[in-house]
């Protein structure tokens, strides 16, 4: 129903020469309820219902205050609760609509350049004061008036206003039209900026002040910078998604950020790629897919965490795995160079002979034991097995860890396990218990010796140019020599040393990347 202010205009327009078409146009009204303006020329008296209301109490005090800075319905319900109002805030917002307010409707472009159309009297005044404010049509002395501010905080926020980027100067807006009384809708709207960025400047202003408004030296670590969410993104994503009860055999991004967060990590897919791509790792060969299928993945994983935790001084455990084979050639890889200079290798290069390392890492002393295998198969798993035997003869016990490669598991070796376990052998050689901790199928990415390797070859093969096999044989065990004399003196680990280029820390983790991806 029309009120007395809606009537007026729509006799006014009429009046200046405008049709009922443009009225209509204008302010959005039905062509027949404008003929019923112009022929009725008042309003109809409004008929009051005779229910008594919870809110008939406090319609004097409402209608006082919307008469005199047209508060929102949220800070009208503030205020009459302190009076002794029992009703909820709908009933407040019923009530307002029966006030005078007059609605335009938003017209095209093409008939008005005008302001925004379509929001009430009370909002128009509203954003014609917020433009007088940018454009620096409102006085310090106006502002000092009608704001419960101190001024220098009032200067600094004006100035802002006029001399600062948009970024600022929409913060600075925001306080002062807040503190002026204007809804925090309004202001969004036209500051053209989300309510919830409005929320924030104001309450980053009433906890810390202009500093905490304004606070560009504020240096904060993000999420895929911390190490606590790295590991956990990498703990998550070594472990097939069966795991968590999740019917798929890779995973997505969305199944991942769900059970990050039920793990206490929440991260946003942008961090997660983030994260795992500082990492080197790419999702694009099935070689380079991170996660193990393996069903058994989490006994296994606890197993070996077990032995690692519990693990005495009169027993060791070994990281085996192979490296290879590889060519003895000009290899590539990262280089300083003069300007202008391009460091090329040739496509095509005859080959001087190729090598397979066979080597073991044993975690609680950092030492490698290391050996040239003409192939790899359970010949050689067997000759590496009776290496430690004579190598580690005092040892009660010792663990052997590998990956699921099929010499690793075959029946020859688990015969000569079985032979070296027995009584009488061990009582002839004086040899130690020897027991097998299997790594989970597809998890090389766990395999301490892997990071060992990745340094290796950083360090020895990589822009390397070997002029024959011998040679590089012998810079590979110069490395290996100066590594294990190194943590014999330092049983700490150490930095700034050639093995410092080791991808991780050499200790079993389930959130370790041990294996480089870019140099499987």
């Known amino acids: 129903m029309l009120g007395e202010n809606e009537y007026q205009i729509i006799l006014s327009l009429y009046e200046n020469g405008n049709s009922i078409y443009k009225i209509r146009q204008f302010l959005g009204y039905s062509r027949n309820t404008i003929r019923k303006v112009l022929k009725e020329r008042t309003p109809p008296p409004f008929k009051t219902s005779q229910r008594t209301s919870i809110l008939d109490a406090y319609k004097d005090f409402i209608q006082m205050r919307f008469e005199e800075a047209s508060p929102p319905a ?48 009370r909002d128009m005044d509203y954003h014609i004061w917020m433009h007088r404010l940018v454009q620096g049509a409102v006085t310090y002395e106006e502002l000092e008036e009608t704001l419960p501010l101190d001024k220098d905080v009032i200067h600094t926020l004006y100035s802002w206003i006029l001399n600062k980027r948009l970024k600022y100067r929409n913060r600075a807006v925001t306080i002062l039209a807040y503190f002026h009384q204007i809804p925090q809708r309004t202001i969004a709207r036209f500051l053209c900026i989300q309510r919830l960025s409005v929320r924030s400047y104001i309450t980053r202003f009433n906890s810390g002040g202009i500093k905490a408004l304004f606070d560009r030296d504020r240096v904060e670590v993000k999420k895929f910078e911390q190490q606590e969410y790295k590991d956990a993104v990498f703990k998550v994503l070594h472990t097939p998604p069966s795991a968590y009860e999740i019917n798929r055999t890779s995973w997505r991004m969305e199944d991942f950020c769900k059970i990050l967060k039920q793990e206490g990590f929440p991260i946003c897919k942008p961090y997660i790629r983030q994260i795992t791509k500082d990492a080197g790792y790419k999702y694009l060969k099935a070689k380079k897919v991170l996660t193990s299928k393996d069903p ?117 070796l688990y015969q000569k396990v079985e032979e070296v376990n027995r009584p009488e052998y061990e009582y002839t050689h004086k040899s130690p218990f020897v027991k097998l901790a299997p790594l989970p199928a597809g998890a090389q990415f766990l395999n301490v010796i892997e990071s060992v390797f990745s340094g290796m070859a950083r360090a020895i093969i990589h822009n390397s140019d070997y002029s024959s096999v011998d040679e590089a044989i012998r810079a590979i065990d110069w490395y290996f020599a100066e590594r294990n004399q190194h943590f014999k003196e330092n049983p700490k680990r150490a930095g700034n040393k050639i093995w410092g280029q080791e991808r991780t820390k050499a200790e079993f983790s389930e959130s370790n990347n041990c294996k480089d991806p870019r140099y499987m």
Not at 87 to 116: A, D
Not at 344 to 371: C, D, M, R, W
């Open 74 to 121: 949220s800070n009208l319900y503030k205020e009459i609760l302190d009076m002794g109002y029992e009703g909820s805030m709908s009933t407040i917002q019923v009530f307002l609509k029966t006030l005078p307010q007059l609605k335009f409707k938003k017209v095209s472009e093409k008939e008005t350049n005008s302001y925004p159309y379509r929001i009430v009297k």
């Open 296 to 412: 058994d993945y989490r006994e296994k994983l606890q197993a070996i965490t077990r032995i690692l935790s519990n693990l005495k001084p009169n027993e060791k455990f070994f990281s085996i795995d192979e490296f290879g084979p590889f060519a003895v050639k000009m290899q590539g890889g990262k280089s300083l160079v003069l300007p202008n200079n391009v460091k090329t290798i040739p496509q095509y290069q005859k080959s001087k002979g190729s090598l397979i390392i066979t080597a073991t890492l044993e975690l609680s002393t950092n030492q490698v034991t290391h050996f040239y295998s003409p192939k790899k198969d359970t010949d050689e798993m067997i000759t590496l097995l009776e290496i430690l035997l004579d190598q580690y003869p005092d040892e009660e016990c010792i663990y052997l860890s590998w990956d699921a490669a099929s010499w690793h598991a075959s029946k020859k």
